[in-house]
């Protein structure tokens, strides 16, 4: 499995070592979304910035989707079918993304592909809906499961 997780908030007055994970996750700025494993070690960390973050579990359209608009090589040039094939086993952004939801690839497999996807806030009425309060009582923080899509597509 894999999440995308996306910085919700500024960490302004925040506890150092929650500051230090986000920073270790490359969430260095609001509005950024990096795509993870599910591992032991990122599960804590995600435990651990939940009141900062929001996560869910990644789809295959929605990760190539995020990899062929949002994703970036260093140098700001945007990222092509070309430069996947030339440097990973996948002829397109569309296999690379179905390998990365299946844990066979990671977005670090391309070299000087940017791990962090700028987005724009939330658009729509609702926006983020409360930065202050959890996914699950109408707010916008913690855990998503499947519904990180519909904010995700929002974003891009």
């Known amino acids: 499995m894999t999440f995308i997780v996306v910085r919700a908030r500024s960490d302004v007055k925040v506890e ?11 969430l260095t700025r609001v509005n950024h ?7 032991p070690q990122y599960r804590g960390m995600l435990q651990k910035a939940k009141d900062y973050i929001t996560w869910g579990e990644a789809d295959v359209e929605l990760v190539e989707r995020m990899l062929a608009e949002r994703g970036r090589m260093a140098g700001n040039s945007p990222l092509t079918d070309e430069i996947v094939a030339e440097h990973t086993d996948y002829k397109n952004i569309g296999e690379f993304a179905k390998a990365i ?9 391309i070299p000087n592909l940017k791990r962090v996807f700028r987005l724009h806030p939330p658009r729509g009425t ?14 916008a923080l913690g855990s998503r499961g499947e519904e990180i899509g519909a904010l995700v597509e929002r974003m891009i």
């Open 16 to 26: 150092r070592s929650i500051r230090e994970t986000m920073h270790h996750m490359n």
């Open 101 to 109: 939801v299946a844990g066979k690839a990671q977005v670090k497999d």
């Open 126 to 139: 609702k926006g983020w809906g409360g930065l202050k309060r959890s996914f699950v009582v109408g707010g």
């Open 33 to 39: 979304a990096v795509i993870i494993a599910d591992n």
